[in-house]
Every structure is written in C-alpha cells, then in structure tokens.
C-alpha cells in the first residue's frame, strides 16, 4: 500500500503557473505509475496527466497539453505537476494517483488506479 499527500495549490491569477506535489510513502516508489486528475465543481473527476513507473513514458489530457508537464524524482518519491499559462477552467481540485505495476505503462483512467491522495485545491482568477 502507498499514502500519497498532495501539496502546493492556491490562488492564482490566469496566466501565472504553480507547481504541484505528490509525495509517497509506504511501498517502493518505483514500482508505481502515477497520474494527476482534477474534478472542478458540479464536474466529474478528469485525467490531467500520467507517467509511467520510471519517468520515461508521459500522457497528457487534451485540455492541458503544452502547458502542463508531470515529472517525478523517484529518489524523492515525489511527482510533480508543473502548471503553466493557467486559466480559469483550470480551477479544480487536483488529485495524484497511484497504481502497483511492473510494467513500463502509464495509465489515464481512474478505475486503474487504486491509491488516491487527499487533494489540492487550484483556483484561478480571471
């Protein structure tokens, strides 16, 4: 089993960018893949991002490509999403994930993964 604890959201204004963080405990870290998914208010939960067990495989939602970028330090045991260029519709809570795997897979839907943080709240200002 692994905990994850999510930290480093807030209130922005559009344009400005944040840096999120999952920090991991319990299992070895490398053996999960990991991704970021956000619900926004009267929304279901949405796939942001995902990145497989080594850092070397990345996905991204859409919506986010281009000004979102997901990384993690497995030394650390942390993931990162790097957010930039916010906007408004970006405001959401933001939750980091995390399943067991041995393979080099990344995962983009919520149902494969079974260990879930807290969440973090982002809001953007117009």
């Known amino acids: 089993q692994v905990q994850l604890v999510e930290s480093g959201g807030g209130l922005v204004q559009a344009g400005s960018s944040l840096r999120l963080s999952c920090a991991a405990s319990g299992r070895t870290f490398s053996n999960y893949a990991m991704g970021w998914f956000r619900q926004a208010p009267g929304k279901e939960r949405e796939f942001v991002a995902a990145?497989?067990?080594?850092?070397?495989?990345?996905y991204y939602a859409d919506s986010v490509k281009g000004r979102f970028t997901i990384s993690r330090d497995n030394a650390k045991r942390t993931v990162y999403l790097q957010m930039n260029s916010l906007k408004p519709e970006d405001t959401a809570v933001y939750y980091c994930?995390?399943?067991?795997?041995?393979?080099?897979?990344?995962?983009?839907?919520?149902?494969?993964?079974?260990?879930w943080g807290q969440g973090t709240q982002v809001t953007v200002s117009s």
């Open positions: 994930a995390a399943r067991f795997t041995p393979s080099d897979s990344y995962y983009y839907s919520e149902r494969d993964y079974a260990y």
């Open positions: 990145v497989n067990r080594l850092g070397s495989y990345l």
